[in-house]
């Protein structure tokens, strides 16, 4: 069992930068390959990052890539996402999650176990 916490969220304005931790519990984190994800209401889970267990490789959708870079600290069992410039659009919950399963990364239903999630809200 692995158990994920989320943090780092909040209300910022675009342009600003903002920097996501999850913590995470219960597995040897360096062999874990992580991703995070983002959702709005009414919309799927939507891919953002991942890294594999070992830093390599990584991977961002093109909505992010030249802004955000993930990063893992194995003595921390902490996985990081930093966001710099903000848009409106960036604006959702994010989740990070443990790669469980064979397939692609951008795929949600390839990761098993999901964080609470934190609220990402950028104004314009």
């Known amino acids: 069992q692995v158990q994920l916490v989320e943090s780092g969220g909040g209300l910022v304005q675009a342009g600003d930068s903002l920097r996501l931790s999850c913590v995470a519990s219960?597995?040897?984190?360096?062999?874990?390959?992580m991703g995070w994800f983002r959702q709005i209401p009414g919309k799927e889970r939507e891919f953002v990052s991942f890294?594999?267990?070992?830093?390599?490789?990584?991977f961002y959708a093109d909505s992010v890539k030249g802004r955000f870079t993930i990063s893992k600290d194995n003595g921390k069992n902490t996985l990081y996402l930093q966001m710099n410039s903000l848009k409106p659009e960036d604006t959702a919950v994010y989740y990070c999650?443990?790669?469980?399963?064979?397939?692609?990364?951008?795929?949600?239903?390839?990761?098993?176990?999901w964080g609470q999630g934190t609220q990402v809200t950028v104004s314009s």
């Open positions: 999650a443990v790669k469980t399963f064979a397939g692609l990364v951008r795929a949600s239903r390839t990761y098993n176990y």
């Open positions: 219960g597995r040897t984190f360096a062999s874990v390959a």
């Open positions: 890294i594999n267990g070992t830093g390599e490789p990584i």
